[in-house]
């Protein structure tokens, strides 16, 4: 019989090999529900993993890698500032959502205005919109102790019904023909997020999303508050007794995240969705929840986890089209990789022994 066992450390090498073997065994699992599906395991394999990078038409997926990517790695480093504190921010969705509608709402209420501050003013609405959002649950949690969990998640579908209702109402084009959406941001040369090299994929947000990296990295390992925020998540009484003022850390955490999920939303409407519409919000924010604990935490490792992440969506859009996998099926296997990521990764904290039988 097994059991478990607690280790005297969290061990370092688990730490760092549990990505790598919840990869491998959704890759192995997955495929096995690719087999129960009646299709080639290996096919489907190389099609998710392998053709966006290599195959024939890797020209063109190449560069959706980063469009892929850049949300989910923006969102994702705002997030894991909170989770290294132990502060739970759930509801990243819905603080890219209010983003997306007061970066776009910002932009309309000037159309067809040509000027150079309207794409800076829409970045700065973007950000506000998301970390307004984010502090309901912070001042709440700060004033009466209620669960950012809860609050945060439930307030998704608040921003959920408000995207709905601005894609009907305010925020309507009124030359639509009566269809749900905004004007289309692509043709407002003003709030277009536009590539920076034509070709690569390479827009404003992704630009972003690399130098959040490299702040978040320095923040972490060079700056005081990214001591006490390493601090709290490690020894919460420790931090205490160190200055660490709980509600200002509550504050900054949550409101970070809403600030970069809500510049994710900004230059997604922008650019690669050029609207606001009912359906706008593609899951971004609670996928981004995936790739923070796939990347550890680690700024550098978010990094990797995004573009990892981005190749499932794109091999998956691929895999549909030319293998026909049902939609269900690749969010299933996107899925196994927070599962099997969570359950690998007990092995950080536990080893495994074998219980000999107990004589009579």
């Known amino acids: 019989m097994l059991r478990l066992e607690k280790r005297p450390q969290p061990s370092q090498v688990w730490a760092w090999a549990t990505p790598l073997a919840a990869v491998l065994a959704t890759i192995f699992f997955g495929g096995l529900l690719f087999m129960a599906l009646g299709k080639d395991p290996v096919v489907a394999i190389r099609t998710i993993f392998w053709d966006p990078l290599f195959g024939q038409h890797a020209f063109f997926y190449r560069p959706q890698l980063l469009v892929k990517a850049a949300p989910l790695i923006l969102i994702a480093i705002g997030l894991s500032l909170g989770f290294r504190a132990g502060i739970w921010n759930i509801g990243a969705e819905g603080q890219y959502i209010i983003g997306a509608l007061c970066g776009a709402g910002a932009a309309l209420a000037f159309y067809p205005l040509e000027a150079a501050w309207l794409f800076p003013l829409m970045i700065f609405c973007g950000a506000l ?29 608040v921003a959920e019904q408000l995207l709905a209702s601005m894609s009907l109402g305010l925020l309507k084009n009124p030359q639509g023909f009566g269809f749900p959406g905004s004007r289309n941001l692509q043709q407002y040369e003003s709030a277009y997020n536009a590539e920076i090299i034509a070709g690569t994929g390479m827009h404003w947000g992704v630009a972003t999303a690399f130098i959040m990296v490299i702040l978040a990295y320095v923040l ?34 949550l409101g970070a995240g809403g600030a970069l999920a809500g510049l994710a939303g900004m230059f997604e409407v922008s650019g690669p969705a050029g609207q606001v519409s009912i359906d706008f919000n593609v899951g971004y924010g609670f996928t981004a929840i995936i790739v923070a604990f796939l990347g550890r935490l680690h700024p550098v490792g978010i990094l990797l986890a995004g573009l990892l992440m981005a190749l499932t969506y794109i091999g998956g859009e691929i895999a549909q089209s030319n293998l026909g996998l049902p939609a269900a099926a690749i969010q299933v296997f996107q899925g196994m990789l927070l599962f099997f990521l969570l359950a690998v990764d007990v092995l950080t904290n536990y080893r495994v022994r074998l219980m000999q039988g107990v004589k009579t």
Request: hydrophobic residues 55%.
């Open 129 to 157: 919109g998301g970390f307004l959002w984010a502090m309901i649950p912070a001042l709440l949690k700060v004033r009466f102790g209620t669960n950012e969990i809860l609050v945060s998640l439930m307030l998704v579908y």
């Open 220 to 253: 972490l390992n060079r700056h005081i508050l990214g001591y006490h925020i390493r601090l709290t998540g490690a020894a919460p009484r420790a931090a205490r007794f160190a200055g660490v003022v709980p509600a200002r850390l509550v504050i900054f955490c």
